[in-house]
């Protein structure tokens, strides 16, 4: 029996000219429990380089499949403190299993951190409602759950479920920078495909960090790592 072609997947980062085709991806998967963003704040992020992609591309077309962001923020409490949050991220129904989320989040982390180290903590928002991304932020990629922040009535978007007081709480977890030391681990090791639940998979990266400097970058994920 011949087994089926691998399929493809490319990860990149997403420049300005993608804009339009994130985000009506993102509009059409928006669910209750994301931020919805605009035309304009992808605009930005992609013009920041925070924007990232990832592609199906067996067959020899490409497909968004699933997409994250780092956004530069500030506390909360603290409006002079400086923080990075890694959001949006969704993958379609028929590529979950893939591995797709967590070599998103991991090549996105690891070059965030690398080429533009955050200058206070990284975090990441979770609906209260939305059991999806928890396995993958807490077991994959090194954040812990760490208390909740609920913003103004006045700023929530009409899109996203309140819960019986009227609020959108949101989990805050909190990216552990020893985690880097385990991506530094998952770049050494990847070699252009991976394996999951659903079987293997062709990965492409499209980062100059992992795809030409390799070598430095798992030598700065490893630096950062070890820093208190």
């Known amino acids: 029996m011949i087994s089926p072609p691998l399929r493809s997947f490319l990860i990149r980062i997403a420049d300005e000219s993608r804009t339009e085709d994130i985000l009506a991806f993102h509009n059409q998967h928006l669910t209750e429990h994301l931020w919805p963003r605009t035309f304009a704040e992808f605009k930005n992020l992609a013009e920041q380089g925070c924007l990232y992609e990832a ?135 990847f070699s252009g495909t991976l394996e999951s639940k659903t079987g293997k998979s062709k990965f492409r990266i499209a980062l100059p960090s992992i795809a030409h400097y390799k070598a430095d970058t798992i030598s700065a994920l490893r630096d950062l790592g070890t820093k208190k």
């Open 55 to 189: 592609l199906e591309t067996s067959g020899g077309e490409e497909k968004i499949i699933s997409l994250c962001y780092i956004v530069h923020d500030n506390e909360p409490a603290s409006p002079n403190t400086e923080r990075a949050e890694f959001g949006g991220v969704y993958v379609t129904d028929d590529c979950r299993g893939c591995g797709i989320a967590t070599a998103l989040g991991i090549v996105a982390i690891s070059n965030h951190f690398v080429w533009d180290p955050p200058k206070g903590r990284m975090i990441a928002h979770v609906h209260e409602h939305n059991p999806l991304p928890r396995g993958l932020l807490e077991k994959q990629l090194g954040f812990i759950r760490n208390g909740e922040e609920i913003p103004p009535a006045e700023a929530v978007p009409a899109s996203m479920k309140r819960n019986a007081k009227g609020q959108v709480v949101g989990h805050l977890f909190e990216f552990q920078k020893t985690t880097l030391l385990k991506l530094a681990d998952w770049i050494e090791k």
